[in-house]
């Protein structure tokens, strides 16, 4: 005889109820407790003690538990006042290559809160601090210039810039809650605690997630936890996803006109011996021009630049900071050269030291589209070129061809770097090599300002190239 439908309804009933989900534990564990659901335990959340010497606050998530619902991502936005844009936690995926064994596992991660945090030692204005005793790393509104250098050096995309604020913001494990003893927002929403506060020794894991960033880097300290063994290969599950960088419009120009720059001092070093003493002067002059307005596009990168003097405090980790110190002592000296153009030589020496700490700021960064061995040649490259173009035009053509020709090295390979520019950014990578090729035929043909012009043009839409096409990392699966 054919089951009711009552009683068929109440078998699946039945079976939901034998279904062991990370839904089914939390509501089992809170049936006889109402109150609960509304005040989780939170002993049960965060640590009931502060952490011991060699010790930190970190966050644990059971991976088991975590069902992607992102109500922790909504708790952190909403109790944080972020942007509408603007997150701190994210959920992303890892899954499994292999159609044979398939795999998926949902992932949230914010702030790791490392043992070594990269932004703070790349922060150019102290903006970041490490609490001695809890290891939260909190980023410091108030010094913030918005250079949006700790951006670049986080591999976990973790800092999140605000337009409306012009200043960097990021995860600080709310630091507050802790301190009166309540558990962060995205802990105390999630419905089956999949996320908890717990201590941990300082110091490196010798594992940390699959497809992850290498956390040798920064010592993340964030605990990603399961039984499940992971199957071989994981990949993110936007692993194949193009996304071109941001230009960075303000840092292109200047990139391209600092070492204009120094190449034009190198120029006029050169021909101060053999070519009377007024043209001398104008390329020095030309070289000044040049350091002003690439120095002034700068200021158009921040998002404080009325905080810009703070610039020089990071000097001691910071990059960014010496490469302010140096161009800065270059401009000064390139100024007195206007004036005493003997001291040309010391100036274009300076401009040299800058350029190298201009390119330091990016190979530390560890992205690979940066490292030294792509990042010194573009830079000292251009300089180079300047410079011969106004002492020996058939050279410097011959330098430029051999710098289009290493440049295409990049787009070849499986690097997504290399996808970026056979695919979205094929025009760009076209108009650069094509305005590269006329300044060769100019060098050659007419040298002059003309042909400067052309080859400034085409070095313009490389620098573009380096910002655009470079592949930033950050957590598996989790938005740009």
């Known amino acids: ?13 039945a079976e939901q109820n034998r279904l ?12 006889s407790d109402a109150a609960a659901l ?6 049960q959340l965060i640590p009931l003690t502060a952490p011991r010497p060699g010790e930190q606050y970190a966050f644990q998530v059971d991976l ?84 949006s250098y700790c951006i670049l050096k986080c591999p976990y995309d973790v800092p999140k810039y605000s337009a409306r604020l012009g200043i960097v913001r990021k995860c600080d494990m709310c630091h507050s809650r802790l301190a009166e ?33 290498d956390p040798s880097y920064t010592a993340p300290t964030t605990r990603y936890l399961s039984a499940r063994t992971f199957p071989p290969n994981l990949v993110a599950g936007d692993a194949t996803t193009l996304r071109v960088q941001p230009a960075h419009w303000p840092l ?31 390329v020095t002059l030309y070289s000044w021009i040049a350091g002003a307005l690439g120095l002034g596009a700068s200021v158009f990168h921040l998002g404080q630049p009325l905080r810009a003097w703070r610039i020089f405090l990071g000097w001691r980790k910071s990059w960014l900071s010496r490469e302010a110190l140096a ?14 153009p003997r001291l040309i030589a010391a100036s274009a020496g300076i401009g040299v030291i800058a350029l190298y700490c201009s390119a330091m700021i990016y190979i530390d960064t560890r992205r690979q589209f940066w490292r030294a ?29 051999s710098k289009i020709a290493w440049e295409s090295r990049t787009q070849h390979g499986q690097s997504r770097s290399a996808h970026l520019q056979r695919g979205p950014l094929t025009a760009l990578v076209a108009a650069r090599e094509g305005l590269a090729l006329i300044s060769v035929v100019l060098l050659l043909t007419f040298p002059g300002w003309t042909a400067l012009a052309f080859l400034i043009a085409g070095e313009l839409l490389e620098r573009l190239l380096f910002f655009r096409a470079v592949d930033a990392p950050k957590m598996p699966g989790q938005p740009a």
């Open 20 to 31: 062991d989900t990370p839904v089914a534990r939390f509501a089992t564990a809170h049936a």
């Open 373 to 401: 061995g792509q990042t010194m040649p573009r830079f000292f490259g251009t300089a180079l070129i300047v410079a011969l173009t106004l002492t020996s035009p058939p050279v410097a053509a011959l330098v430029l061809l």
């Open 38 to 43: 509304v005040a989780p335990l939170t002993s």
């Open 252 to 282: 292109v120009v200047m990139l391209t006109l600092m070492p204009v720059a120094v190449g034009l001092a190198g120029a006029a070093t050169v021909r101060s011996t053999t070519t009377p003493e007024s043209v001398t002067y104008y």
């Open 64 to 147: 088991d538990s975590c069902t992607g619902c992102k109500s922790c991502v909504a708790a952190c936005h909403s109790l944080n006042g972020l942007d509408e844009d603007e997150t701190w936690r994210d959920v992303g995926l890892l899954v499994s290559p292999s159609r044979a064994h398939p795999f998926t596992q949902t992932v949230t991660a914010a702030c790791h809160h490392c043992a070594d945090p990269a932004c703070l030692n790349g922060c150019p204005v102290l903006a970041y601090e490490k609490d001695a005793v809890t290891g939260i790393v909190r980023h410091l509104d108030d010094q913030c210039i918005g250079c």
């Open 1 to 13: 005889m054919p089951t009711s439908i009552p009683d068929f309804l109440s078998e699946l009933l």
């Open 327 to 340: 161009f800065g002592a270059w401009f000064g000296l390139a100024t007195v050269t206007l004036i005493f």
């Open 181 to 213: 003893g309540e558990a962060p927002a995205c802990a105390q929403a999630c419905p089956t605690h999949a996320i908890k506060i717990v201590t941990v020794p300082v110091a490196v894991s010798p594992s940390f997630l699959p497809a992850a960033p």
